[in-house]
């Protein structure tokens, strides 16, 4: 996999992931740019490697970010994303922004598709820089839950 280019500044894009103290965060994938200021905000940051099985512990995370730049089964990553993320957590999926999707790498309307088949919902999109761009995925609130708000 190449590097995106041009990403944003760390001070721009990482309170806006919406790292909490005392939940773990996961980064998924091999781009570390982040990695220091999530550490810092989450008080750990575990990295793996993008490859399913994901090798992390069920139900753990309260931010993942996941950097699919590169052909992965987008089902299984879904799947294995929310099963990886605390259910009050969320999910952050980076792919290449269209203009430079390179052969066999996930775009963003598949990548969408497959995410929106675990249940979970999108609720914001992020651009990381020139080439990448974000996406949050939540668990769906229940009707229950949004009538007490």
Not at 54 to 64: C, F, I, N, Q
Not at 126 to 137: H, I, K, P, Q
């Amino acid at each position: 996999m190449n590097a995106p280019r041009g990403m944003r500044a760390a001070q721009e894009v990482v309170p806006k992931l919406g790292a909490k103290a005392g939940m773990p965060a996961l980064r998924v994938g091999g781009v570390a740019t982040y990695d220091r200021p999530i550490e810092h905000l989450a008080g750990q940051l575990d990295v793996i490697e993008l490859a399913l099985p994901l090798r992390a512990k069920p139900g753990r995370y309260g931010l993942v970010l996941c950097f699919a730049l590169d052909e992965v089964d987008l089902v299984r990553l879904g799947g294995e994303l929310v099963r990886v993320a605390h259910p009050d957590g969320a999910v952050w999926v980076v792919v290449w922004k269209k203009a430079q999707l390179p052969a066999g790498a996930p775009g963003w309307d598949d990548t969408q598709e497959a995410i929106l088949r675990t249940g979970w919902v999108d609720n914001k999109v992020l651009s990381l820089g020139e080439e990448v761009y974000a996406t949050r995925y939540v668990r769906r609130r229940r009707a229950a839950a949004r009538q007490r708000n």
